[in-house]
Each structure stands twice: as C-alpha cells, then as structure tokens.
C-alpha cells in the first residue's frame, strides 16, 4: 500500500443530521463517490446511509460496533448518499485514507496492452482531488474527466 499510495493522508469529519419534519424535501449527503482510497465508517445506531444497486437506493443499516468500509474512488466506488429522518438525530464519523498528493494514478503496466488499452490517462492525486472539489457532490463521480479520448 505504501508503495501504491505514496505517503498517505488522513482526513476526519463528523457529521450531524438533526431531525427533520419533512425529510423528503432535503438530503443529509447528496449522492456521490467518495474521491479517497478507503473510507471507514463509524455510524450511531440510526440508518441514514445508502447505496446505489441497480438504480435503487438501499439503506446501510447500522450494526453494532461495527465499520462501514467504502472503497474510495481511487479504488472502486459506489455511488451513497445520507438521508435524514422525522424523529431521530443521526451521528457518524468518517475517516478518509488518501494517496499522497503527488501519486500518479494509473493501471499497473502488466494489465495494459493492444487488446487492454488504459481507459483513463495518468494523473495525480492533487489532480483528481482538486477537479472533484471543483464539481463538488453534484456528481457521482469525476473520473470520466481523466477518460482517454483516442
């Protein structure tokens, strides 16, 4: 890992959704990827997160003394997102494992060939981490802005 990802960085927030008389009308978390390597999840014990599944949103419901590991963009992602509920205040803690700035993003060179040729351009860290912020959590994920165009 340290070879892949460079020095890490390391990124924390805790998040409060309070209640919300009519939780229809809002978000806690529109849906997004998260732009790290590995996120984990410390949730109280009121549900709040989901999952995109083949189009549909599925609720993360909270276990007890339990993670929730969310491979980041850099990895694999999946596109989540945090509603809010009437009655209950929710509460979680996400911890955010990043690459160091200036890793190079791109396939190993054994997986790359005629027949497999690399989908996106090399890029940095910073790169990624500074478009994604530039688009904010409007989308699910900036990744295609490094697509190679042939």
Not at 13 to 29: D, F, I, M, R, S
Not at 84 to 90: C, G, I, T
Not at 104 to 133: C, G, I, S
């Amino acid at each position: 890992m340290v070879k892949a990802m460079g020095r890490h960085g390391q990124h924390m927030a805790v998040n409060y959704y309070p209640p919300c008389p009519q939780p229809e009308l809002t978000y806690g978390l529109p849906g997004h990827k998260d732009p790290n390597a590995i996120t984990l999840l410390l949730q109280d014990g009121v549900s709040g997160l989901q999952v995109q599944r083949d189009g549909r949103w599925v609720a993360v419901n909270p276990v007890p003394n339990a993670l929730v590991i969310n491979i980041g963009d850099q990895l694999q992602s999946v596109n989540h997102r945090v509603i809010v509920n009437s009655q209950s205040e929710r509460i979680s803690v996400p911890t955010f494992y990043c690459p160091s700035p200036d890793t190079v993003v791109a396939p190993a060179d054994a997986l790359v060939d005629d027949a497999n040729p690399q989908a996106y351009r090399p890029f940095t860290y910073q790169e990624y981490y500074e478009e994604f912020w530039k688009m904010g959590l409007q989308s699910a994920s900036c990744l295609d802005r490094f697509r190679r165009i042939e």
